[in-house]
């Protein structure tokens, strides 16, 4: 995570009240989202743990995962975001731990979106082998291979960091941000490297699924329409976290506009990066979906009771339905006498 131009803004120039204040207000508005999303977040990883037909799902199972993961990644932005005013330096042993996780969840982010995409695309246009190709226990394999390799990439580069600093340098402080502390030129080289592959494998995939769905979709069937809005959201979804990698050129080119807005603009740059991707997680793969949704309704409103409620009457729905099949079932011979 890149929180240079923050430390920077706050480094140079203070005015003691309007400072203060920005600063404050700032913290506040970073707090309240990620409280706020956090708790739409961990309300979605409650029903996915309290009904067992999502997590005997792979959609739904790679769904949680993403939450989950955008959840950690929301609380170390936001714990980074509010150091840089409050502590302004840490020492590095204990940023290099804070960023080693912001880092793995940043890359999980993508890959996590390209395995659902793959996923959807099986379900549309391999309907037949969907159940067997995708089961919970090769989507619980994919996940821990996401985070073994964002461990590897992470793992590259702390054994670059530490070939190429002193000793003195990890009981130093620095300003907290990624640049600042693997700053050397081979990390940095293999960092691009490793982001331009990654963007390659994923956009690759997110395309090949999207045409190949609109191809099936021209059949004129419901199913295949839904999936293809819902690979059309990823991309979206995608774009938005893809911005983390242009984010410094995108601000680099606002403050040639705007010169004299600099803070203003570093601060909505990383509220649109960092918070906002994580808000729209949750409406377009959860709240979208009708059995999450209706689900998740009573938890997100009144609680526990009206949660209760609402899966009693999931269950009570099902078994009507499984009675009135039953019945007909029992009628039809007779019918036929």
């Known amino acids: 995570m890149n929180l240079s131009s923050f430390n920077n803004s706050v480094e140079a120039g203070r005015k003691p009240e309007e400072e203060l204040r920005a600063a404050l207000l700032k913290n506040l508005i970073v707090s309240g989202l990620c409280i706020s999303i956090n708790y739409v977040n961990g309300v979605l990883v409650h029903t996915f743990r309290k009904h067992q037909i999502f997590y005997s799902n792979p959609r739904y199972i790679l769904f949680i995962h993403l939450v989950m993961n955008d959840m950690i990644q929301l609380i170390q932005t936001s714990v980074l975001f509010i150091l840089s005013y409050v502590l302004q330096t840490v020492s590095v042993s204990v940023c290099i731990v804070l960023l080693m996780v912001a880092i793995l969840t940043t890359f999980n982010t993508p890959v996590n979106l390209a395995v659902m995409a793959v996923e959807c695309y099986i379900a549309v246009c391999m309907p037949l082998r969907h159940a067997q190709i995708c ?5 619980y394999i994919l996940i821990g291979l996401m985070w073994a390799a964002s461990g590897l990439s992470v793992l590259l580069d702390l054994l670059l960091l530490l070939a190429a600093e002193p000793l003195q340098f ?51 069937a419901a199913d295949s329409g839904k999936a293809r809005n819902t690979i059309l959201l990823h991309a979206f979804q995608l774009l938005l976290t893809m911005l983390n990698y242009v984010r410094p050129l995108v601000e680099q080119a ?54 209760d409620a609402t899966s009693s009457s999931v269950r009570l729905t099902f078994f009507l339905q499984l009675l009135h099949r039953r019945r007909t079932s029992q009628n039809a011979p007779r019918k036929a006498a």
């Not at 089961?135 to 989507?139: F, G, I, L, N, Y």
């Not at 309704?297 to 526990?304: K, P």
């Open 170 to 220: 990890f009981h130093s402080r620095v300003w907290c941000f990624r640049d600042n502390v693997f700053r050397n030129k081979r990390g940095l080289e293999k960092r691009t490297a490793s982001n331009i592959l990654c963007l390659v494998l994923v956009w690759f995939t997110l395309f090949f699924t999207y045409f190949r769905i609109l191809f099936a979709a021209k059949g004129a």
């Open 135 to 139: 089961t919970v226990r090769k989507t």
């Open 254 to 307: 606002l403050l040639l506009l705007w010169p004299n807005d600099h803070v203003h603009i570093v601060f909505a740059s990383f509220v649109m990066v960092q918070i906002v991707p994580r808000f729209v997680s949750p409406i377009i793969y959860g709240l979208r979906d009708p059995t999450f949704r209706k689900c998740v309704r009573g938890y997100l409103l009144c609680g526990r009771r009206t949660g």
